[in-house]
T-cell receptor, first 114, second 113 residues
Framework: DGGITQSPKYLFRKEGQNVTLSCEQN?????MYWYRQDPGQGLRLIYY???????QKGDIAEGYSVSREKKESFPLTVTSAQKNPTAFYLC?????????????FGSGTQLSVL | AQSVTQPDIHITVSEGASLELRCNYS??????LFWYVQSPGQGLQLLLK??????LVQGIKGFEAEFKRSQSSFNLRKPSVHWSDAAEYFC???????????FGTGTRLLVSP
């Protein structure tokens, strides 16, 4: 089945630790996105990538980093500089990076701080 | 910059009753408009979208939405709610020339027996 796979489902971070969230898609989509979801705040865009080896900052990129070395993979690293990382993280993809495209979402990763 | 407002944080509807979730957007030109639904602990699923043409659009699961330019609104409706419709609903807006959608803060739907 085609889709987006996020792992792990739950992740815990210690103070000063970097953690990486995985996102893999087999839909052959060019564009991939990372969103952060906090209760009552909806979805906020962290980073997006229109094509392999290219990515742009979204609205809340500080404390996060990404890479896009392969079309199907777009991992997100939550660095120690992100002081409030507890949130639900959603990865999405679309055939291309345009706002008239349907987004396909993974099932999310819940990150918590120990 | 475009923005989306979903004024209702929570809505409770009796099973079998009709539903309307409100969405207002702020943008000068005609935007692309979407409604997504999210079950607890899951990703979002597209219910329907509006780009142009007929202002009443039909979606999956019996949902529909109507674009009203004069009111800058794109309200989601369903004539008869089922218990399985309990979820969080997000309105989103996109504009030509940009690569990202803007999401509203969501409305959580509770369905009472």
């Amino acid at each position: 089945d085609g889709g987006i796979t996020q792992s792990p489902k739950y992740l815990f971070r210690k103070e000063g630790q970097n953690v990486t969230l995985s996102c893999e898609q087999n839909l052959n989509h060019d564009a991939m996105y990372w969103y952060r979801q906090d209760p009552g705040q909806g979805l906020r865009l962290i980073y997006y990538s229109q094509i392999v080896n290219d990515f742009q900052k979204g609205d809340i990129a500080e404390g996060y980093s990404v890479s896009r070395e392969k079309k199907e993979s777009f991992p997100l690293t939550v660095t120690s500089a992100q002081k409030n990382p507890t949130a639900f993280y959603l990865c999405a993809s679309s055939p291309r990076a345009a706002t008239n495209e349907k987004l396909f979402f993974g099932s999310g990763t819940q990150l918590s701080v120990l | 910059a475009q923005s989306v407002t979903q004024p209702d944080i929570h809505i409770t509807v009796s099973e079998g009753a009709s539903l309307e979730l409100r969405c207002n957007y702020s943008y000068g030109a005609t935007p692309y408009l979407f409604w997504y639904v999210q079950s607890p602990g899951q990703g979002l699923q597209l219910l329907l979208k509006y780009f142009s043409g007929d202002t009443l659009v039909q979606g999956i699961k019996g949902f529909e939405a109507e674009f009203k330019r004069s009111q800058s609104s794109f309200n989601l409706r369903k004539p008869s709610v089922h218990w399985s419709d309990a979820a969080e609903y997000f309105c989103a807006v996109g504009v030509t020339g940009f690569q990202k959608l803007v999401f509203g803060t969501g409305t959580r739907l509770l369905v009472s027996p």
